[in-house]
């Protein structure tokens, strides 16, 4: 491997760790209602549950294609199609109640989003947050069944 490409593969790693360390961070604040753990700021809207959940799902998935790269086990694969199917199963409810404008209350199945009472459904992330993370899981399963082929 080429010393530009392990720098790239690095810096994958170290991001997709900071990024799962403050998914968790975020988790924690919406389990222990801690407030300063769910937003930048007190008055900013707060990261949504489920998407601390696909952050959380993201950087492993992220993180295991970076190691797929260098070393193809089955493992890292296992680990690549489960992270995808994570991310799909949280936000493709929030994708249909998003599409049909119905809400079902899955967003509020883990933790009731009190605090964002301004919003017609509380708890639910922004739609381009929903469709970003389809996007990303259907690209972990596109990567792993890719690989699989190979």
Known sequence: MGKKRDIN???????SS????????????WIFDITFLKSILPNWVTMKFSTALAFS????????ISLLIEEKTKCYKTIITMSSLCILILMLPALFQMITKVNFGVDNIFVEDKAD????FPGRPASGTII????LGLVGISASLKDQKN
Do not use: E, K
């Not at 593969?9 to 991001?15: F, G, Y």
């Not at 799902?57 to 295991?64: A, D, F, G, M, V």
């Not at 009472?117 to 017609?120: A, E, G, N, R, Y």
């Not at 970003?132 to 996007?135: L, P, R, V």
């Open 57 to 64: 799902s993201s950087s492993i998935l992220l993180y295991y």
């Open 117 to 120: 009472i301004l919003t017609p």
């Open 9 to 15: 593969v690095r810096i994958v790693r170290i991001m």
């Open 18 to 29: 900071i990024i799962f360390i403050i998914s968790i961070l975020v988790v924690l604040g």
């Open 132 to 135: 970003g993370f389809m996007i």
